[in-house]
């Protein structure tokens, strides 16, 4: 793959040849989709550090139960992922769904106060203590006037606890916004920049607010009002699909594509454009390169002497939650009905429960539950009793006894922190890569919050950057972080 040639300045001031492979570092959705993406001509390589593929996008079995790395439902609203898709899983369920999928209206809940309301909390209060009701409309009330005389925080909050009260007022801000995001982040949301909810967070208007508090049931809100997912059980379909894909393309070329499993980074060195791969004796020119690696991570692989002071600090500066969650096997059918539900409260354990096995049947052996939970704690052990009978209070479970088993799971990246320092560090970074030819780029490699779609439309535009296409890539990936709409008919759709 690596081949002679003639060799080409590039615009750092390098060397490459044409029969040099564009390298994609990590094989999770977005470097799977780049892979994919790619012009057939092209010759790749994609490695990734783990034995299989998927990133997050993973699912574990054992014992008929099927678990995801948490909620993995897919979203999806451009057309050439919905192409994708069906590419991918030719055929039909019906009403234009990809064979061997469902589509699910989404059933999301509240648990705060001892009461189960609908999502978004801030559309359906009703049935909190009156005295809560009155507080968050009158929180409101108060919310607006200050925005109406112009008050800071209620015009620009610079803040996502200024934010929620803005938006909200304090009282939702104070039940709902800040314990929540609290519990979520492990810090506390005053800390946090407003940019990265905007997208997802639904605004209800006033008149909804109202109507939500005097009873009449506010549905339907958000981008995720609906979610596909596999028949069989287990958001690794997807993932699995691609890289048959990518896999048929490398049996037909092997001397020019090629998928390695197993395989980490050691090195990257921007200015001989190549990269070092653990086990191998030499390094791996490449022509381009496309990064889906956690951005420290990338940036930690280049030798110091070629990253600028400033890029360091700003990698430095990077900040990141991380994930301990359980999966929760059962005996018995889950009590509640719904997909996943927010808890806000600190008196419990968690901040959010899912039911797999409500979305999909076959997410768990007949009569039994599959569940995720996710824990506030990230460093003890966690009190699994008390997690249980907390369980119990939500409805996630009928009774501690029906726990057929348990299992810890830690994830290392799995939220961007975007605090004050988030903006101007990532701009650092991304600007020096660019110009020393590397795109990094999906959830970790652009150090941003995304869905599952977004991730995949990253790695088309990072494909559609490698071939050239720089106005579709541009277009591309503003889609994906939402800031553009879907064209009809893309460049290389």
């Known amino acids: 793959m690596s081949g002679g040639g003639k060799k080409i300045a590039d615009a750092a001031g390098s060397n490459s040849s044409p029969a040099d492979p564009v390298v994609i570092l990590g094989a999770g959705l977005t470097g799977l989709s780049a892979a994919h993406h790619l012009p057939a001509q092209t010759p790749f390589l994609l490695v990734e550090r783990e034995a299989e593929v998927g990133g997050h996008a993973r699912s574990r079995r054992e014992q008929g139960h099927t678990f995801d790395v948490t909620g993995h439902w897919l979203h999806l609203r451009d057309p050439r992922m919905q192409r994708l898709l069906a590419s991918l899983f030719p055929g039909s369920s019906g009403e234009g769904v990809a064979a061997g ?4 209206e989404r059933k999301t809940k509240i648990h705060a106060h001892g009461v189960e309301l609908e999502y978004p909390f801030q559309a359906n209060i009703h049935g909190l203590p009156l005295e809560i ?5 009158l929180g409101l009330v108060e919310a607006r006037e200050a925005r109406a005389r112009g008050e800071a925080w209620a015009v620009d909050p610079r803040n996502f606890e200024d934010y929620a009260r803005a938006r909200f007022g304090e009282g939702i801000a104070r039940h709902f916004f800040v314990p929540y995001n609290r519990k979520l982040w492990g810090m506390h949301p005053n800390g946090l920049a407003p940019e990265w909810v905007r997208r997802f967070v639904p605004e209800p208007d006033p008149a909804q607010i109202i109507a939500g508090a005097i009873g009449l049931r506010q549905t339907g809100l958000g981008y995720n009002a609906r979610f596909m997912y596999p028949k069989a059980g287990g958001i690794d379909a997807l993932p699995k699909a691609l890289a048959r894909a990518i896999e048929a393309r490398c049996a037909a070329s092997p001397s020019e ?3 390695r499993t197993a395989t980490a980074v050691e090195e990257v060195d921007p200015a001989g454009r190549r990269v070092k791969l653990e086990g191998a004796a030499d390094w791996t020119p490449y022509s381009r390169l496309i990064s889906t690696i956690p951005l420290p991570e990338l940036v930690a692989r280049v030798d110091p002497k070629q990253v600028p002071a400033p890029v360091r600090e700003a990698a430095a500066a990077l900040r990141w939650v991380r994930w301990r969650y359980l999966d929760v096997a059962t005996t018995r ?6 997909h996943w539900a927010y808890v806000p409260e600190e008196r419990f354990p968690f901040f959010r429960v899912g039911v797999f096995s409500n979305a999909v049947e076959s997410m768990a052996p007949p009569e039994c539950g599959s569940l995720y939970v996710e824990l506030q704690d990230r460093v003890g052990e966690p009190d699994l009793p008390a997690i249980a009978q907390a369980l119990v209070e939500v409805r996630a479970l009928e009774s501690t006894d029906d726990l057929r088993f348990c299992r810890v799971r830690d994830v290392e990246y799995a939220y961007v922190v975007f605090d004050d320092a988030h903006a101007a560090a990532v701009a650092t970074i991304m600007a020096w890569l660019d110009a020393v030819g590397v795109r990094s780029c999906g959830r970790y490699g652009a150090w ?3 869905s599952m779609e977004d991730s995949m439309l990253s ?7 490698a071939s050239g296409q720089l106005d579709a890539a541009a277009h591309t990936e503003a889609v994906a972080r939402r800031e553009a709409k879907p064209a009809p008919q893309a460049a290389n759709s």
Not at 333 to 338: E, M, N, Y
Not at 459 to 465: D, E, I, R, V
């Open 101 to 104: 999928w469902v589509e699910v």
């Open 133 to 137: 009701v009155q507080e968050c409309l």
């Open 257 to 259: 594509h090629a998928l």
């Open 333 to 338: 059918p889950i009590p509640a009905d719904w």
């Open 448 to 450: 941003i919050y995304n």
């Open 459 to 465: 790695g088309l535009a990072a494909a559609q950057w």
